[in-house]
């Protein structure tokens, strides 16, 4: 009996001394929506963007425009239509060119909806592009720095899964500063990204 519970408690103190040389986890939080909007190359980015989106909303407005003229004209070859005095060649002749216009209204609309819709996928696209490209940069200095710190796991403190950190494991402003070093540098030669 003595020998089971010797063996007992010294399997036990040898569970709770492998216990105590593993190691505690480093971990860290970064804050990525912060970083993400502070950092130059996503801003850039995303004001080549915005500029992109007004183009294609100004496209869009001149095609509207353009379908609003044709309406206009419709309405004007009705009224021509309406007048009592017309012959009825003369009102046959209208009728018809009141048709062709109706059906050019028609194409326009469908050509502004394709249109619209083309652009705001393609926009859609290039968007989730951008933010990949930047996201990507981002986690490659998020990775580096946490490494140089020893971390063994970096949390998103932006994130609905982190609800209490240590303030001094955010690493948030270091990373940024380690992106924006660059930014002098590199905004003085043209950027290829978008």
Do not use: C
Not at 125 to 145: A, D, F, G, N, T
């Amino acid at each position: 009996m003595t020998k089971k519970l010797l063996l007992t408690l010294v399997a036990a103190f040898m569970a709770v001394g492998a216990l105590q040389a593993q190691k505690t986890p480093m971990v860290v939080t970064v804050n990525m929506g912060e970083l993400y909007q502070n950092y130059w190359k996503a801003q850039e980015a995303d004001q080549k963007f915005q500029s992109s989106v007004e183009n294609a909303q100004q496209e869009i407005q001149a095609m509207i425009e353009e379908g609003m003229g044709l309406a206009n004209e419709m309405q004007e070859l009705q009224s021509k239509m309406n007048n009592p005095a017309l012959t009825e060649t003369a009102r046959e002749k209208f009728t018809a060119e009141a048709q062709q216009k109706a059906q050019s209204i028609r194409e326009k609309e469908a050509e502004v909806n394709r249109y619209r819709q083309q652009t705001e996928q393609t926009l859609q696209q290039r968007r989730q592009s951008i933010v990949q490209l930047h996201i990507s940069e981002i986690r490659e200095e998020v990775i580096k720095i946490a490494k140089e710190k020893g971390a063994d796991l970096v949390l998103n403190s932006a994130g609905m899964a982190v609800v209490y950190f240590d303030e001094s494991f955010d690493i948030t402003q270091e990373v940024l500063a380690k992106l924006n070093a660059d930014k002098g540098s590199a905004s003085a030669t043209p950027s290829s990204q978008n």
